[in-house]
């Protein structure tokens, strides 16, 4: 990088001669490639997050040690997926019951939405999931398949319009909701990757005050990782969801109509 007055480079550690590749290795492996300390101290790149930040590390590391009560199982279950073809974003596949949320499977981009659709199924069936919620952006195909054997699952539109007035868009309104259950107790995995989604993407200021999120292509601009994994939990906020009643769900099933309950479509 350079300007008028200066001439801006960064060094690797790990690229300089003299340096313990093993013990930066060992450091990097240990806080993730992505993580602010390893930018810093090894990568000589600025912090991703700050200030700024619309979910703070401090509430983001509380969620982590958190443990939750076993009484969470009584809780509505949703099966969240971002989904992605391209590139270097992964695809995911998570679950949140309650205030506990869990990674299915992260899976290497793929657009092969048979496949994806049948991995979603699987898992909506092992978990007897009460609603399957999935990026519009990616997902369509997968949910119309879905929806040819019978299940409902519903598209989330992130640019859509926000249910409440506070803020830009749908999406600014999930991570808006997500941080509140960060807040008030929800657990997360002890995941590195996760945990820098969260505190990355920055609040964007506006004049007319609705709460915005700083966009993914923003977020890559500055060298920080896509929220695949974030955002696959902020999909889980997208809409209300009710404990499904399965023994009239059996009875339709066995009535040949198919699954009419519309609590969370």
């Not at 991703?48 to 939750?68: L, T």
């Not at 500055?222 to 499904?244: C, Q, T, Y």
């Amino acid at each position: 990088m350079t300007d008028d007055y200066w001439i801006m480079l960064n060094v690797d550690s790990r690229t300089v001669e003299g340096t313990n590749k093993e013990y930066l290795d060992a450091f990097v492996k240990k806080h993730g490639e992505d993580s602010d300390v390893t930018r810093v101290r090894i990568r000589g790149l600025p912090p991703v997050s700050g200030e700024d930040s619309f979910i703070s590390a401090i509430d983001v590391d509380n969620a982590i040690i958190r443990e939750v009560s076993t009484d969470n199982k009584y809780a509505p279950s949703v099966i969240c997926v971002d989904p992605s073809w391209t590139g270097g974003d992964e695809f995911v596949i998570g679950l949140r019951q309650g205030y506990v949320f869990k990674i299915l499977e992260r899976i290497q981009s793929n657009d092969d939405d048979v496949r994806m659709q049948n991995k979603i199924a699987a898992y909506e069936d092992m978990y007897m999931a009460d609603a399957v919620f999935i990026d519009e952006g990616y997902g369509t195909g997968i949910a119309s398949i879905a929806k040819a054997q019978g299940r409902n699952w519903r598209l989330v539109p992130f640019g859509g319009k926000a249910d409440s007035k506070e803020y830009l868009n749908k999406r600014a309104e999930m991570w808006g909701r997500m941080k509140q259950w960060i807040r008030e107790g929800g657990s997360l995995p002890d995941e590195k990757a996760l945990r820098t989604e969260l505190i990355t993407p920055k609040l964007v200021p506006r004049v007319d005050g609705k709460i915005q999120i700083e966009s993914k292509i923003d977020m890559k601009k500055r060298g920080a990782r896509s929220p695949n994994i974030a955002d696959a939990l902020a999909i889980s906020f997208a809409f209300e969801v009710k404990k499904r009643d399965r023994m009239l769900d059996m009875y339709y099933d066995i009535k040949g109509k198919g699954v009419t309950k519309d609590d969370y479509r």
